[in-house]
């Protein structure tokens, strides 16, 4: 009987997927016009539904909108960041990179994601009422 | 004995404030460009050593820099929200507002913020292995 | 059929208690010196069994051991103000009055608060390696 | 002087525990019909109160009660899935597979542990008022 | 210009609604054989696309599956009680008491949520190895 | 192009450090009264700006006050301990060694984090009301 841990969350390499899962995994590298495939897909790969909904919902999320692609690459790598997520930082972090992130913008992010979560703590413990002027 | 939950908690107003305090509510307005000063600096206002330490962090970290001020904004405002704090999510959100963020940026934010706390507990879960790709 | 936030969970009082709930209320007031109850008990009184063992918990992690029960206190609130738990913020605020907690010192459990969730989630973006002094 | 991380938090191996520790070593065996005892509570050993304590709440909450072992088992993984607590999950997949839990369930659990996680931001954020028909 | 607090987040009624929202509280109507819509839909149709895709990711996690309906509610309500959502905590309590859940059932499911909590922490903070057997 | 896991971020040693660096690493040493520092210094000294702004809170919030330093070490502790930190763990774990805490105070730490982290969650889901004697 395998473990949550074992070989059978192990990635799907292209090559061992079904025709379904391949299906995801062409669509994730033509909409991001690359010829790879994360980790994160290959391991979510094992439950197909899930590889295809969450697929789904990035691309519709990530996708075109009203904010800039980069924008929305800091956002997501701001709440990695802040929830402690190391793959996920690394992930967002390199999609954020080819979007145009430098070094000292991503310094910019990481202090803002330190200083909220410092006020955030302290607002919430001091009980603060939501000032009239905010409603 | 006063609870910490207390009237000692309650916001001090510029007029009851010394002129440490008031040194700092001045700063704030003239910073923002505003005639008035919101609840979480008068209730910090008790403890004018960390009022003075929190605005000055404030100050630096969501001053002038290499991120447009909006993008500052939505980013302390999705760790905000990330994090549930309600107060935060009203004044960075009037912050976030008065940058020019609309209703519909303001769904787009939300809708990352969601999708990031989804993913990144299915990542943390599945152990993902970081491509090398990422490091 | 009630709703779990239902009158079902309104608090107990002591006057409408069975005699196994009465007992563990006697040794709460007994133990702390008090002659009321908090909220928290008489809510958990709905489900005998975790009244008797979260106290029984409590009475002997918050009981006398090698750290004062004034540092005791402290630690319980920093661990809750940092969790924004207001409830708990309220009890274990008032309980550290009582070990002589003034508000000064509040003030300096909260910036501790504050800044502890700040480098915590810095450090931990940042993927700082342990040095191996701290080993 | 040693480090909080240091060889003084190793797990206690039975050979070379007090009879204290035995006692309870025994139990955890005796109660999971196991030969063997997991590192959790060979590491807590160093403190027998606290091996002690949070052996008897594990073994009153876990044990028969209303909900069959499988939910219970499931309960708890997915709460340290959402926690991203590793080791936990590790343990407590090991818990529910010997339940029962096949691999297709646990994707089922972690889908609704991450989607839980998404639209409890999404409902916080949003302040979304309780209906009068949940209250 | 509206706060991100303000009467532009305010429910939606079917009787205000585009047929593009009316569809989606059909859907939600007929799927869970209810006569009316909660207000976290009706929050989230001042965002049509995000309406659409929450209730279709909710759809498919929470429709039929392996896991009883019951067990998949509980383990939505847990990750909600764990995370702090009220509302969620309200609706998903909602959920569960309609497939069945038990005052008592349920004061289980805060016992599993509160201990794994703690021992999630306990875990964390000693870094305890996975066991092999685990693996 | 570097990732956010890259090289780049690679702790900076004294003798490759810019002056303005070295002179918060002089700082760091002189008020701690030891011959080296950190990596978390040294990885934050990539910015140097966040790196003094971040070690002037410290050095203010850790520095003399009302608490005596070692309870100062426990709650910056407890609070890294129930975030989860590792690093933080063991930094300040060490630093609270150094004040004095033994291995049995640090035991009486855990297990009141462990605990707190229970009964805030309990208390949340229950949704218990404030006493007014905590008003």
């Known amino acids: 009987m395998s ?3 074992s070989a059978s969350r192990q990635p799907i390499e292209y090559r061992d997927a ?8 062409d669509d994730i590298m ?6 790879w495939v994360n980790n994160f897909w290959k391991v ?10 969450i697929w789904g919902n990035i691309k519709e999320v990530m996708g075109p909108g009203l904010l800039d692609p ?11 960041a802040s929830n402690g997520c190391r793959y996920c930082i690394a992930s967002h972090g390199a999609a954020a ?24 703590r302290l607002v ?8 009239p002027q905010f409603l």
Do not use: C, F, W
Request: charge should be positive; charged fraction near 25%; avoid cysteine.
């Open 3 to 5: 473990s949550v841990m």
């Open 18 to 25: 079904t025709s379904e899962v391949r299906a995801v995994y």
């Open 30 to 35: 033509k909409t991001r016009q690359t010829n």
């Open 44 to 53: 979510l790969a094992h439950d197909p539904p899930t590889l295809r909904r």
């Open 70 to 80: 980069k924008i929305k690459e800091l956002l997501y790598l701001a709440v990695s």
């Open 97 to 120: 990179r080819k979007q145009g992130m430098t070094d000292a913008q991503y310094s910019e992010v990481l202090a803002i994601v330190g200083l909220a979560n410092e006020t955030n």
């Open 124 to 131: 919430t413990a001091l009980d603060v009422a939501v000032d």
